[in-house]
């Protein structure tokens, strides 16, 4: 659910993205169809790849949220904050799992994982900041 969030703030900073020569690729263990919608409900101008096996997820060992994880103050607070600016909770669609727990990882140009983020709640994903900064380290190891 926050996700549809999260990537609207990459949609929206993207450019900053691409200022840094980087690559955005989402990924959705949505069927190719209901990525397709999502891809274009959202407008996103990066690649939106299914996993719909959830082997990446699995891989990166990103993890499953509980029930109560969604009533922590924290996280009521997140939603909050969200729906006051304009963002509507949506159930996404059929076969979408709400407990699964989202990622944000930096690949350098050599495939290596230099920056691994594993949310820990349902509301918990990085600052666009946060993943500027990881990119412009990536960058300068790689020089």
């Known amino acids: 659910m926050l996700c549809r969030a999260h ?7 993207y450019q900053l993205f691409m200022d840094k020569k980087a690559t955005v690729v989402a990924i959705t263990f949505s069927t190719p169809t209901e990525a397709l ?13 299914c ?15 509980r029930l ?3 009533f922590y103050p ?9 729906i006051l600016t304009g963002w509507l909770p949506s159930l996404g669609y059929s076969k979408e799992d709400l407990f ?5 990882m930096v690949i350098n140009i050599n495939g290596e994982v230099v920056y691994r983020y594993k949310s820990t709640d349902p509301a918990d994903r ?11 380290k990536a960058s300068k190891k790689g020089d």
Not at 53 to 62: D, G, I, P, Q, W
Not at 100 to 104: A, T, Y
């Open 126 to 136: 990085p600052s666009i900041k946060s993943l500027l900064e990881q990119l412009e």
């Open 7 to 13: 990537l609207g703030e990459i949609r929206d900073h």
């Open 100 to 104: 699964q727990l989202g990622g944000d």
């Open 74 to 82: 924290s996280v009521l607070f997140k939603f909050l904050g969200r």
């Open 37 to 49: 919608k999502l891809s274009e409900e959202l407008k996103l101008p990066f690649e939106l790849a």
């Open 51 to 65: 996993d719909t096996k959830k082997e990446v997820y699995k891989s990166f060992e990103l993890g499953s949220a």
């Open 68 to 70: 109560g994880d969604f």
